[in-house]
C-alpha cells in the first residue's frame, strides 16, 4: 500500500465545496456583540481628546472601550513589543486603532462611530523609507527610524570591483506593496469558557501567537486563555501577525462585557489597516569575470517597514540570507535596512522579504549575461551553487543541492533554445522568453531558532480510527492532507481511517508559528515520532498474538506482520484495548541547531533549502505596453512530494500569486493614505488572466525531512515575477528595473530616448 507520494483527494475538500465548513463568520452565539474598530484616518497625528458620551448613548452600544481600558499591557507581542493594539496618544498610521465599538449588531457600532468626537492634530510625516533614513527625517521611531539593519560580509578582504579586469552591472530596483488578498478577510471570535476563561476562535495561522496576545492585553496568564482556529480561507502570511492584534481587541471586550463578541473585517478594511508586503528599494552591483564567473555581489535591500516593527526583522533577516541568489560567489556585501513610516506595517507575505530580492539579483544576472553574450540558462549554470559550494553566509551545502537539476529541467520542458530563435509573432506583439532561479531556506532558521519545534497527538481509538493533532494550521495549503498521508503510511492503515483535528492551542504544546514552508517538514516529523511511540506500545501484543520476533513484523495494508503470516489492524487493536496498552501518544521535532553571526552574517542560518526555476514566455503590445503572460514552467525541488497533487496545486496558485505581484499588483498610498483598497482598483489576476502553468516536481530527498520532504508553499510563488520581468526586458530589449510591469511602466520604457535604457 502506498499512501506517501500518491495523488490521493485532499481531505478537507468534501466540507469545504458542500458549504459545510465552519468559517468564524458562519459561527453565532447567542447574546454576541458586534465589534467596530474605530481607526484614525490621519497617518500620523497626536490625540488631543476623544469625547465617547453621545455614541455611548446610543442604544444598543454596549461598550466603547480605548486603551485606558486595558488592563493588562498594551503591546502587541511580536518580536518586539513596539505596536500598543490600541493608541494612546499618538497615532503612527492611517488606520491605527484608536478605539473600539461593541454593538448588539453591527449597522449601530457604525452609527455609534459617527458619533464619537475625536480631536486630532497633525504631525509631520515621512512616507518613503529612504527619506526616513537621513537624519532629517521627523523621527517616528527610536533615534534614527531603523527598525533593523542586517549585514552580511563574506570575503570582503578580496574587493573585486577594484579590479580592473572585472565586469560591472549596476541596477537600482523597487518593487511595490503586495496585499494578501486571502478570499477569507480576517475575523475573531471570542467568548467565555465554562469557569471563566478566555476562548477565542478565528482566522489565522499562529494560534500560540495568538494566545500570548489575547493573555498579554488581559493580563492574564496563558493558561487561561484558549485558542482554536477555525477554517482559514487563505494567510499567505498575512495572518500571521495581525491575528493577535484584532484577537486582542475581541478578547477585550468579551472581558469587559462577559459576553461572545466578534470582529470581521471587512475587505475595504482590511487592505486599508492590515499588512503586506514590503515594498523596498534595491541597490545591486555585480562583479564577474570575463566568462561570466561572479566574482563579487554588494547589495543595498531598504524595506519599508511601515510604522511599527511586526514582523520586519524576520523579512530583512530573510533578505539579507538570499541576497545572492542560488550562487557561487567569493565576495559578498550585503545591507538591509527596515526603515520605519507613516504607512500600514508590513508583515509577513510568501517568502518574507525574498522575491523582492529574487527580482534584483535575477535581473542583474540577465543583465550580465546580456553584456557577456551569454545565454541567461548558461549564465545561471555556470554560477550554480552545487554540492560542497559554500552559500553567501559561507554555508557548506551537502544534502539535497539539486539546483543545478531544476535548471535542467526547466531548460528541457520549456525548450528554451528552440523558442529563443523562434521569430516574433507579428511587428506589434513581441514575444519574450524569460528565465529565474532561486535558493530558499525552509523553516525559521537561526532566527526563529526558539520556535524551531513542533508537537503533535496521534491517538488511536478502540474501533481502528486514529485521530491527529498538531500545533501547526490549514490555510488552504493542503496540510492535514499531507499529514493524515504521513500518519495512514506510518500506521498502516488506509487514509480514510485518519480524521483531523482543528489546531488548538490546549490540545498540543506550543509549535511555534505556521509559516515558512515549515508545516509538511516539522509537523510531519513530529507525526512520525508519535506513530513510532504508538507501534512501541502494541509491538509486544503484536509478538504475542503472531508468535513473530519484533523484526519480522510491519505495520501495513491494514494489516501488522508480513505477508505469510498477519492479523488485521483492527484486531490488534481490539487486543491491545482489552489489555490496556496506551493508544495515545504525543510526538515532538526540535529542528536541527542552525548558526548566525550578528556582524558578519555568516553561519549556517538554515538545516536545508529549497531551490526551483521558473521559464516564462510574454507577449508585449509595443503599442500599449501591455504584457501578456503565456506560459510559466514552474521547475521546484520539494525532497519529496508526499502528494504530488497538492504540490503541483500549491505551485499552480503560487505562480498566480507571483504573476499578480509581477504585473498586476500595487497600492496606490499617497501622503500614507491607502487609495485603492478594493478589488475594482487593487488587480489581482482571476481564471481569466491565468497562463498555461507547467508545474514540474525535482524530488531529491532530504534526509532530514519526513520521506525526504522538504517546503513548498511559499517557493511556489518567488521566483515568478522575477522571471516575467526577465521575458518582458527580452522581449522589448529594454531593462525592467521596477515591478508591477504593467502596461503604463512598460509604454513609458519603450518610448524612452534615455540611452542606458535601450539595449543594443
Ligand atoms: N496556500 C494556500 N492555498 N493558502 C495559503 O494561505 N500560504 C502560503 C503557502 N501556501 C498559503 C498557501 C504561505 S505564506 C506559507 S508559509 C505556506 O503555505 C504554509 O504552509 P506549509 O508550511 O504547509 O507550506
Ligand atoms: Mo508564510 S509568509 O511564511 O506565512
Redesign the pocket.
Known sequence: MKIVGEPLPRVDAKPKVTGRALFVDDIKFANMLYIRVVRCPHPHAKIISIDLEEAKRLNGVEAILTAKDIPGKNAVPLVYQDQPFIAESEVMFSGEPVAIIAATLPYIARRAEKLLKIKYENLPTVIDPREAMKPEAPRIYKDDNIIVHYKTRKGISNNPFNNSESVIIEGRYTTPHQE?A?IEPQGVLSYLGPNGNIKVMGSM?CPFYVQSAVAQILGLSLNEVEVEQAV?G????G?EDVPSILAGLSALITYKTGRPAKLILDREEDIKAMSKRHPAFIHYRTSSDKTGKLLGVEVEYILNAGAYSSLSTIVAWRGAIHALGPYNCEYVKVDVYAAATNTVPNG????FGTPQIIFAHERQMDRLAVKLNIDPIEIRKINALREGHKTATDQALSDSVSFLKTIEKAEEISEWHLKKNKPQKNETQKRGLGVSSFIYGVGLGAGGAIYAKAASFVQITKDGGVIVAVG?TE?????KT?LSQIAAQELGVNLDKVHFLEANTSRVPDSGP???????LMSGNSIIDACIKLKQNLLPVAVEVLELPPENIEFFDEKVGNNKKNISFMELIDKAYKKRVNLTSQGWFCAPECTYDMETGLGSPYFTYAFGTIVSEVDVDINTGQVDVLRLYCVHDVGKAINPQTAE??IQ??ALQGMGYGVFEEIIFPEGIIKNADFSTYIIPTAMDAPEIIPVLVEEAYKGGPYGAK????P?LMGVAASISNAVSNAIKRDVFSLPVKGEYVWNLLNTTIKEKVRN
Open positions: 494578501h486571502y495561522q482559514t487563505g494567510g499567505f502570511g495572518k509577513a507575505f510568501r517568502g501547526t490555510m488552504g495549503q493542503g496540510m499531507v505556521t509559516v515558512a514552508s515549515r508545516a509538511t496545486g500549491q496558485g503560487g517546503g513548498l508553499g511559499e511556489s
